[in-house]
């Protein structure tokens, strides 16, 4: 079966510590894969998409950088947290037309 | 206009209780949408997905006018368990099967 892999759940880091989350994918070969970040009240922001092994789009001008690695698995990185970076960040890959998400990491930079 | 927009309430209603919502999007390029539902503090799940004119799944309805560019969903008899956010999804620009969520309107189902 197709299932993603989201961790750690939750995080706390000081501002200007260096961040790594990681998402990694089963069941599938070659998915599109995205990071969404969602900060308190509000919707979800795409981040950055990739469609292949180190293939990586930028969707807005930001902290955070990602890669993929591997077919199956993709990281969101920064080298300085800032506070702003707060928020709950998702991975998601694209099954037909829709999405399913990983359960998240909610990162709280202090 | 935004790209999606939707209210974000909250609806508070009894049980029992027929509820919709609308979306409006700006992109009338758009073919496929979908409805998300989001728990507290959990990961977006697709509800439905919209095609051509609606789609209906057992108490929910989709519905999609395109000439307006908006999307409902309707939910009759409402559950307790009904109570979550409900997130309006629409293809984005540049293909890549990107997707862009609208805001949410939450619902709050109560006895």
């Known amino acids: 079966s197709q299932t993603i892999h989201q961790w750690p759940a939750t995080l706390v880091q000081p501002v200007g510590s260096p961040l790594s989350l990681e998402c990694t994918v089963e069941?599938?070969?070659?998915?599109?894969l995205y990071w969404y970040r969602q900060a308190a009240g509000r919707g979800l922001q795409l981040l950055f998409y990739?469609?292949?092994?180190?293939?990586i789009s930028s969707e807005v001008p930001q902290n955070l950088s990602a890669s993929r690695p591997q077919d199956r698995q993709f990281i969101l990185s920064s080298k300085k947290l800032l506070l702003s970076d707060s928020g709950f960040y998702l991975c998601?890959?694209?099954?037909?037309?829709?999405?399913?998400f990983g359960s998240g990491t909610r990162l709280t930079v202090v | 206009r935004k790209e999606v927009e939707q209210d974000p309430g909250p609806f508070n209603v009894p049980e029992g209780a027929t509820v919709a919502f609308n979306c409006t999007y700006s992109?009338?390029?758009?073919?496929?949408f979908f409805w998300y539902r989001q728990d507290c503090r959990k990961e977006p799940k697709l509800l439905m997905s919209?095609?051509?004119s609606g789609n209906e799944d057992g108490r929910f309805t989709a519905q999609l006018n395109r000439a307006s560019q908006y999307i409902s969903l309707l939910i009759r008899d409402s559950k307790l368990s009904d109570s979550a956010t409900y997130l309006c999804?629409?293809?984005?620009?540049?293909?890549?099967?990107?997707?862009?969520f609208g805001a949410g309107t939450r619902l709050a189902v109560h006895p």
């Open positions: 999804v629409v293809p984005a620009s540049g293909g890549y099967n990107k997707l862009i």
């Open positions: 992109n009338s390029a758009s073919q496929s």
């Open positions: 998601a890959w694209s099954v037909g037309e829709g999405y399913t």
């Open positions: 990739s469609v292949g092994i180190g293939q």
């Open positions: 919209v095609y051509s």
């Open positions: 069941g599938t070969s070659n998915p599109n």
